[in-house]
């Protein structure tokens, strides 16, 4: 559906703390203007939610945005080979493959005596997960030693258990460790169990904290029970002059905002849904009702259920603009609208968005009725196809074939599937062709907008 980025060529292989822009030295400055740079840029990354990913056919990512900007600043091409894990990524280093690693790789003994850190830096430290209003109304942990008496929920034998079995020893114990087997749940799920209440506590790294917090607002991280520790970008030992060129790139003043801007889109602004109560005693769904009803029979929907798909996704809020750059009332990415011949300005108008989605929801179903026979079944996917894009959703079929599961069936079949789409032992999978998917947002999707169709099919007339 969306057009590759001009000028970057993307090969699929096999967050953020405090992250600060490094003022170079002028001699550093001097030697990387004596350096050309080549004309493609060579890059390694991981697939995560902070450094690279795919949403809604848009390559993304805190990481990829910002090595983006530095190639086509510097008239480089972006060549991006995404590697499983970060010995992988350094073994492509190594062998020449690759220029530079745009992922946070820490800056420590073991590393620097094979790389050569540069560019943005973050600074991490363990934090505590907790609820901003703690269980019964008590009050936030605002010191280590108030978690003597306190379950604390951690990943099985990870550096997080490992860390809460020392401050255990460090206050005089009392703290009750509690393991979860991290086969099928990832760090991040740590967070939105404290978010629902399923678990009280949790320890997490503070730029994954950070980064979901856009998720769940209701979370307060703002304990650290750790030292820092620092990451950055990498080079090879003999690169000096293409860190050096990196870290004066990032030195300069339109750069600096350009990073800022960047950090503040993945690990400042809202990515929560805004929820509100609507009224039906009006009978109608919305305040865009007839171009739901104009739009609908070109795909042979009933029109509420478009009303629903407009409801969560932008709330009937036109003027919205998501974190993602996703825009107006239905919420299309700019790179969609422009494949189908749509401006980003069109965009805003409510009319072209509800036509735009139309023709989506078109190709969408056109890609999956081959596959998914039912039309009742396969209104699913279309759904979680418009949330995610098309690539991640089979992604999620291909896996369910792997594991003995219909692919063809989405509750508790491919719907799995999509969950673990967020867990590397899946989505480094030869099967899966499109990585790191937050698959827990698109599986609520689905229900969100199905469960406002059941209640417009409720209250309001076809």
Same mark, same amino acid.
């Given at each position: 559906m969306a057009a590759l980025t001009a000028g970057i060529l993307i090969l699929a292989a096999a967050s953020c703390g405090s992250r600060q822009a490094q003022k170079p030295h002028k001699a550093s400055a001097r030697a990387a203007a004596a350096h050309p740079l080549p004309d493609t840029l060579r890059v390694a990354t991981l697939y995560s939610p902070g450094s690279y990913f795919i949403y809604r056919d848009t390559k993304m990512g805190y990481d990829y945005d910002l090595v983006s900007r530095l190639a086509s600043d510097k008239g480089m091409v972006l060549k991006l080979e995404v590697a499983p894990t970060m010995a992988d990524a350094i073994a492509l280093l190594d062998s020449g493959r690759v220029d530079l690693l745009a992922t946070e790789v820490p800056v420590t003994a073991e590393y620097r005596a094979r790389v050569l850190p540069c560019g943005p830096e973050n600074v991490t430290t363990q934090v505590l997960v907790q609820p901003k209003v703690g269980r019964g109304g008590s009050g936030l942990i605002t010191d280590v030693t108030q978690l003597a008496g306190k379950t604390v929920t951690v990943e099985r034998d990870s550096r997080y258990y490992h860390r809460?079995?020392?401050?255990?020893?460090?206050?005089?114990?009392?703290?009750?460790?509690?393991?979860?087997?991290?086969?099928?749940?990832?760090?991040?799920?740590?967070?939105?169990? @404290? %978010?629902? =209440?399923?678990i009280g506590l949790t320890i997490v790294d503070s730029d994954i904290a950070q980064l979901n917090k856009t998720y769940y607002p209701n979370l307060d991280a703002s304990l650290e029970v750790s030292f820092p520790q620092r990451s950055k970008w990498a080079v090879a030992k003999n690169a000096r002059w293409l860190a050096d060129s990196i870290d004066a790139w990032l030195g300069q003043e339109a750069p600096r905002r350009e990073h800022a801007d960047i950090r503040r889109r993945y690990f400042e602004m809202s990515?929560?849904?805004?929820?509100?109560?609507?009224?039906?005693?009006?009978?109608?769904?919305?305040p865009f009702d007839h171009i739901f009803k104009r739009h609908a029979p070109e795909v042979g929907w009933d029109w509420r259920l478009l009303a629903a798909i407009g409801y969560v996704e932008s709330q009937f809020d036109a003027s919205q603009t998501s974190w993602a750059g996703a825009v107006g009332l239905m919420q299309i990415?700019?790179?969609?609208?422009?494949?189908?011949? @749509? %401006?980003? =300005?069109?965009?805003?108008?409510?009319?072209?968005?509800?036509?735009?989605?139309?023709?989506?929801?078109?190709?969408?179903?056109?890609?999956?009725k081959p596959r998914v026979k039912d039309p009742r079944e396969r209104l699913k996917f279309i759904l979680a196809a418009y949330n995610a894009g098309q690539?991640?959703?089979?992604?999620?079929?291909?896996?369910?074939?792997?594991?003995?599961?219909?692919?063809?069936v989405w509750d508790a079949n491919v719907a799995e599937m999509v969950l673990l789409k967020s867990n590397p032992n899946y989505y480094n999978d030869p099967v899966v062709s499109s990585g790191y998917s937050r698959g827990r947002q698109t599986f609520e999707y689905v229900n969100q907008v199905m469960?406002?169709?059941?209640?417009?099919?409720?209250?309001?007339?076809k």
């Open positions: 809460l079995v020392n401050l255990n020893n460090e206050i005089g114990g009392g703290i009750v460790i509690r393991q979860l087997d991290s086969d099928s749940i990832i760090t991040e799920d740590f967070l939105e169990l @404290v %978010s629902r =209440d399923s990515k929560a849904a805004p929820s509100f109560d609507i009224s039906f005693a009006s009978g109608h769904a919305s990415m700019p790179s969609t609208g422009r494949a189908f011949g @749509v %401006s980003p =300005d069109e965009l805003r108008s409510n009319e072209t968005s509800v036509a735009v989605a139309v023709k989506i929801i078109r190709e969408l179903d056109r890609l999956f690539a991640h959703i089979l992604d999620a079929m291909a896996l369910a074939r792997k594991q003995g599961l219909k692919d063809n469960d406002f169709y059941n209640k417009c099919i409720k209250h309001i007339k």
